[in-house]
Structure formats: structure tokens, C-alpha cells
């Protein structure tokens, strides 16, 4: 029965074959991670628009509502699970959205396929925050993805972060500090503050409606005026 299950997800998954890239190395063993095939961002979106990247997209509501407000960005929305994807990639054939391609892979791996200083903008939206110490190298803002994610983003980027843990949140601050990054626009009250455009996610949503504040901050590298 999971057999089938998992056979129907891979059908389903080359079915949106124009949209989504599925590497085949999915672990993030050093040496594979070395020989890079860097993907040709202006050959897979027909156009050299700047390239931004959510990496967790979840079922992409919040890369949907981006990517159609800002038509003249692509993004490349990342994702590890196959099934959360999938129906994310079911929704933007249907919505016609074409500067979206999604990366079914874990985050470990990026750097093998995404240029340097090739993606402008980061955005971490509902990070699993993995509160057992155990699964502290997971977290997405640990600083050993951090440092994976310097690689590949251009000088001048930003990681734009939301979450509603306010430890996982503590914890991201602390990780951004030790892998050099600067900090602003920190709000503890996302909702309540004065942030203009925030494009709520499916998790978000569900937080929100339960009472909790939303954390978010930008980080960057170089001072930005
Ligand atoms: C809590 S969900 C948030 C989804 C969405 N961003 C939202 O805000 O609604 C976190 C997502 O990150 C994905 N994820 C966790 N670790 C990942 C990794 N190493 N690489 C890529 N995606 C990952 C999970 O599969 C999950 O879909």
C-alpha cells in the first residue's frame, strides 16, 4: 500500500515536469555537494529577471502570492517533502504561474546546484523550529545552513525570517550573529505592528488565529542604506 502510495506521488511529480526540478542527489554528503551542476537560472526561466528563494515553501501559498505581485522577480521555492510539494506544484499549473520553479530537495544540497551570489533575496517562513538539542544541525537557521546559504546569495541580500517560536526566533538571532550577519526591522508583534504587505502563510494563519504573536526579522551582510 505505501508502495503504491509512493509510485503515484513520483507520477504525479514528473507530471509538472516544466515547473519543478528534482535533483538526484538528496543527501548532503561533502565530496557530492563539491561537483556543482549549476542550474542556468536564465535558461530555465526564458529571461535574466533577479532570482529570489523560499526554502520550506510548504503548499506554496506564500511563494503564490508573491510571485504574483512581483511578476518581474523568478523564484525558486524550495521543498523536501514530496507530498506537500506536489500539491503545491498542482496549484501553480492550475494558477498559470510561470516565475516559479520548485526544488524538491533538502536545503543541504543547494549549493551544489545554485550559483554563487546568484539569489537576491531568502525567505524562511515557519522553519520547523526542532526544539530537541538533538536536532539543533536541522534547524534551518543553524549556522551550518547559514553558512550554505552566504554561497549562494549575492552580497547585498537579504533573509527575510518568520516564525511564531519566539526560542526558535532567540535562537535564529544568535545563529545569524556568529555566521556575521546584521539585523533589522525585528518586530515581536508582526501583526500588530506597522509592517506594510505581509503576505500571510498557511502556517501563519494557523498560529495567528490561535492567539500567537509572530516573530520576524531581516538579516543581511553588508550594510544597507
Ligand atoms: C512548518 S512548515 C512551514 C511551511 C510554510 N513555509 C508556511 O509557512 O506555511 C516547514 C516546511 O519546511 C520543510 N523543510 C524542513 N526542513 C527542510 C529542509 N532541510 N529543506 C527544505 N525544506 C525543509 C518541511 O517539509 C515543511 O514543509
Known sequence: ???????????????????????????????????????????????????????????????????KRTPDINYIAVEVNESVISDACKKAKEAGITNVIFMKCGAEILSKYIKPASIGKLYLNFSCPLPKKANENRRLTNVRFLEIYKEFLTPDAEIHQKTDNMHFFEYSIEQYTLAGFKLKNISLDLHNSNFEGNIVTEYERKFSSAGMPIYRLEAYMQPNT
Do not use: W
Not at 508502495?3 to 535533483?23: H, T
Not at 529571461?47 to 510571485?67: D, R, T, W, Y
Open 1 to 67: 500500500m505505501r508502495m503504491r502510495r509512493k509510485k503515484n506521488l513520483e507520477e504525479r511529480l514528473a507530471s509538472f515536469d516544466n515547473i519543478i526540478l528534482i535533483p538526484r542527489v538528496t543527501d548532503d554528503h561533502r565530496s557530492i555537494v563539491a561537483e556543482k551542476e549549476y542550474i542556468d537560472f536564465s535558461e530555465l526561466f526564458g529571461n535574466s529577471n533577479p532570482v529570489h528563494m523560499e526554502i520550506g515553501c510548504g503548499k506554496g501559498q506564500f511563494m503564490f502570492e508573491l510571485a
